[in-house]
């Protein structure tokens, strides 16, 4: 786990890991990188930002480049509109209080909190936030009732926004990176059929070999045989890189 996130968080306490993480530029940020997060104003994002979206795992920001804002935004929202339940919806404020004490428990002792893959249930304070906003506000002024109308609309579009930006850019990804195997797959075809060799090395991906053998594509395959791997292709796990495969000239 260390060597997965920043130097500087081996030594900090978790209330300076959450800071950090929650509220500094999305990105993956690997011990041995030298790297250390980098705070940001709330609701800013860069380009680096944005081409960090696509990475698996998404460690430094990981609930998304607005969210930092949009954190401060909904606590504000359920500090203030949450009390207001106790009396008119008590059900709801037992229940909302029920989810908030373990989660706040959790994100103050749990070691790995800052990192969104372990605490994924700390998004529902959103969608608690969002719940608050588009109840109705009772014996609230006409004019509180227009303010928080508003502010529903405008903690959606946040939100919606928030998400697009990682379907966005990982189907940017994808595509461009579906487009290049693709390419490279129909290189491999053309050379196999005009009689060349095929061959595949052992390295680290796994899968994308079976685009060969369902394009009828003979291949060699060279290096150390990994569990459950057979010459004829069939297999379970072989792992390699498609870029690793050459044919001889």
């Not at 999305?26 to 990188?33: E, H, K």
């Not at 790995?112 to 249930?121: G, L, N």
């Not at 053309?190 to 003979?218: C, F, N, Q, W």
């Amino acid at each position: 786990m260390t060597s997965n996130s920043p130097a500087s968080f081996a030594d900090s306490s978790n209330p300076r890991k959450l800071l950090l993480s929650f509220f500094s530029q999305s990105g993956n940020i690997l011990a041995a990188s030298g790297a250390e997060p980098v705070l940001k104003l709330p609701f800013s994002f860069t380009p680096e930002e944005l081409g960090s979206l696509h990475a698996c795992d998404l460690r430094i920001g990981g609930f998304g480049v607005l969210y930092s804002g949009i954190l401060i935004l909904q606590l504000a929202i359920i500090a203030i509109l949450l009390p207001k339940q106790r009396k008119t919806r008590p059900f709801l404020f037992q229940t909302a209080l029920c989810y908030l004490i373990p989660t706040i428990a959790l994100m103050a002792f749990l070691g790995e909190s800052w990192w969104a893959r372990y605490c994924a249930y700390f998004y529902f304070t959103s969608c608690l936030a969002l719940l608050l906003l588009l109840l109705p506000g009772g014996t609230d002024s006409s004019a509180s009732q227009i303010v928080q109308k508003a502010l529903s609309v405008l903690f959606i579009l946040l939100l919606a926004a928030n998400t697009a930006f990682f379907a966005l850019y990982n189907t940017k990804v994808i595509v461009e990176k579906t487009a290049s195997e693709n390419k490279h797959i129909a290189k491999l075809e053309k050379a196999a059929r005009s009689g060349k060799r095929i061959v595949l090395g052992y390295k680290t991906e796994p899968g994308a070999v079976y685009a060969l053998t369902d394009r009828d594509i003979p291949f060699e395959f060279i290096g150390p045989a990994p569990e459950d791997f057979k010459k004829d292709g069939k297999f379970n796990r072989l792992y390699y890189k498609l870029e690793e495969a050459a044919h001889d000239e």
